[in-house]
């Protein structure tokens, strides 16, 4: 018996690429209770995929900053990997307000004894930011 090739760092980000487009099926298949567990997972702030893929980008700026100074690669580069990082920080951020909200959507609901009121609509609000 062959043992497996081991993981390389890019082998690792493909597969967590694959991964990802799983999560992402099952997100749009899932019923409401178990989409809230999923994305309340995803945007958690601390500990959720959000948070590591903006660290990721984070540390591919850095490694961007050091190649660029050492004219390796285009100071585009460096500032555009920069800027990613700072808004997938900022929508982080704001995501991380509501998750609460979601995480409490995922939670089996006590029973009753009154009937639930239905949820009432609202308007989206869009905040745009300076």
Avoid: C
Avoid at 4 to 27: F, H
Avoid at 46 to 68: K, W
């Amino acid at each position: 018996m062959t043992n497996p090739p081991p993981l390389t760092s890019v082998r690792l980000a493909d597969d967590i690429a694959r991964q990802l487009s799983q999560l992402t099926q099952l997100l749009a298949q899932s019923p409401p209770h178990e989409a809230a567990q999923i994305l309340g997972k995803v945007l958690d702030y601390d500990e959720g995929l959000l948070g590591r893929v903006t660290d990721l980008v984070a540390t591919g700026s850095r490694f961007a900053q050091d190649h660029s100074q050492r004219g390796i690669l285009h100071p585009e580069v460096w500032l555009a990997l920069g800027r990613a990082a700072n808004e997938l920080d900022s929508v982080g951020e704001d995501l991380n307000e509501h998750t609460g909200t979601i995480k409490q959507l995922a939670t089996p609901a006590t029973p009753s004894t009154s009937p639930a009121a239905q949820p009432a609509g609202s308007a989206m609000v869009v905040r745009r930011h300076r």
